[in-house]
């Protein structure tokens, strides 16, 4: 292989424009991936509930619609998924902490009912923040 | 394939201005615009690719390695290392390849080095951070790869013109 | 070229044995000190700095709870007598911050906590009467402790209260654990890392990808957030009325954090008070002291510790969220959350 030879070419040739087109391309390919008007639509949340530690459901929250029971500790929850939404309709539960948490819908969020042992976390959404307090 | 006297210095002064222009551009921090930890603009790049053209690809390639592990030994982290060495090999290969085509000048040949260059750094990024999002990064720095190829291409054809009657690729050391 | 393909190999070794890939993440939670905890960390020290933080979160509750026959504070609380240093040490942080919150902050309310029962399943509003009767045992003079004297061998410390009164750590308990959580990452090595122990949130270092963390104060009032703040290295802890709360017969809504003074729960003017500070146990005691105080006792107290500084945000009633200026570069707006921002001047 006698790759230099030949004399280096010093100045720019009409080639040079097919790599630069190139490099354009896969710019603007990554940008679209990434930027386009798709990338900020609603990113999936998985809807995770955990029953005394152990991982009951996990699934996308859109497809977990409905009215789910989860009962641990002698304590029954009710748990409605409806419009992206989790909310704890109905416990058993002393506190009612649960109940009064309202809906989540961001990724990160969780409602947490402690006699029962469960906790529902939404998680998902890159954009969301690392930890909650409150 | 053996390194005569002659090669083998000019390897390691080649070596050694790579690793001073990859401490010089520590200076002008990527890291402002594009926050990933390692992303350089890739001046030493000038060095592979003129060794690419006087030496060849073995020379330009062990050149390479030289500096990126002593960079990586300076800076004492290993993420660093990966990130230099990653973006670099990407870099080499692209431009082995580029080379070969006889059609592209030295700036054709550095662009697509440089493109790869930061190709490899973000693959590298997803490997060390376990995280895709940093793909994002990609246009912005393939942009800033167009302005530095275009420099590392203006810089080796300067140099290429100036150290033509040296020889530095004269036959007797070629493969 | 065999000897470039041995080279190539002998880099790879070198390679695989320097190059590190990801950061290695590590998760755990539990149920302790009646509230949920999760814990994130990274780094290779990981797995056990999160085993021996869930074990030491289990120990401290063993020592701090109330309701443990066999923890410190029952043995205080039931007679009086031998309790770890620990918990002494505990002690004089927690009438420390009573004294230096003028008793916003005060761990001998308990038997008025009892007395409206307020975080039992049955909450009910006492009479005045009965307040009045028990007012009289909160503060920090009826609490007594100290080394034993004598140092024999397998010397101990003691700690008792008056009759009738008694202490409850709770409020200050989970700072405190968080600090020794932060005390055991950095033993394991853990540069990055979250602990969220219900309210008690410490950020350990940066993120993995160097940037600082992203907490999210919880809108009071929504399902959202009402702010976030970049932090590294810090603690942040969140009190507020709005999480517990029981609506008494004639309708009254009444929450769950008792005004030492008054004896009943604290009419504030705040609905949530967020601390940051490098100090998890303090920044426990003064959320609860700051949102006791109100908004205007707030501001004036938070002015007065110029020499030991310490971050807040505020969110009133009326819908303004007022923060310190120490916080402007941490400070991002959420959108969808409503309150009107103001920052305080120094």
Known sequence: MRSNSSPAKTRPTPWDALVVAAVVLLGALTALLFYGPKAHADAPLTCVVSVGGQVADAAPLASFSGEHTYSHNGYTLTVFVHDGQVEVLHSDCPGQDCVRSGAISRAGQSLVCLPAQVVIHLEGAVDGPDVIVG | ?175 | MKRALSLAAALALVLSLTACGAPKKAETSLFAMDTYMTLVAYGDGADEALTESARAINELEQLLSRTREDSDVWRINHGGGKVSSETVQLLARALAFSDETGGAFDITVAPLVDLWAINSDHPHVPSQAEIDALLPLVGSEHVSFGARESAAPGSYDVAYVDEGCAIDLGGIAKGYASDAVKEIFAAHGVKSGTVSLGGNVYVCGMRPDGKPWNVAVQDPQGDGYACILSLSDTFVVTSGGYQRFFTAEDGTVYQHIIDPATGAPARSDLLSVTVICPDGTRADAYSTALYVMGEEAAVGFWRLQQDDPFEAVLITADGRLVCTPGLTDHFTKQEGASYEIQFLSR
């Open chain 2, 1 to 175: 394939m053996k390194f005569s006297v002659k090669k083998l210095a000019l390897c390691a002064i080649l070596a050694a201005l790579a690793l001073g222009l990859s401490t010089l551009e520590s200076l002008f921090p990527v890291s402002l615009a594009v926050p990933l930890p390692g992303v350089k603009l890739g001046l030493a790049n000038i060095v592979t690719v003129f060794a690419l053209y006087v030496l060849g690809p073995v020379e330009a390639l062990a050149i390479l390695v030289t500096r990126c592990l002593l960079g990586g030994l300076f800076s004492g982290t290993a993420t660093a290392l990966v990130f230099s060495l990653l973006g670099g090999l990407c870099a080499m290969g692209v431009m082995i390849l580029l080379q070969r085509s006889r059609r592209l000048s030295v700036y054709g040949v550095s662009i697509g080095g440089a493109a790869a260059h930061n190709a490899g750094q973000i693959l590298a990024a997803v490997i060390t951070l376990g995280n895709t999002m940093v793909v994002g990064y990609l246009p912005f720095l393939l942009a800033v790869a167009l302005a530095t190829g275009s420099l590392t291409g203006f810089v080796v054809s300067l140099l290429l013109r100036a150290t033509a009657h040296l020889h530095l690729n004269n036959q007797s050391d070629n493969r």
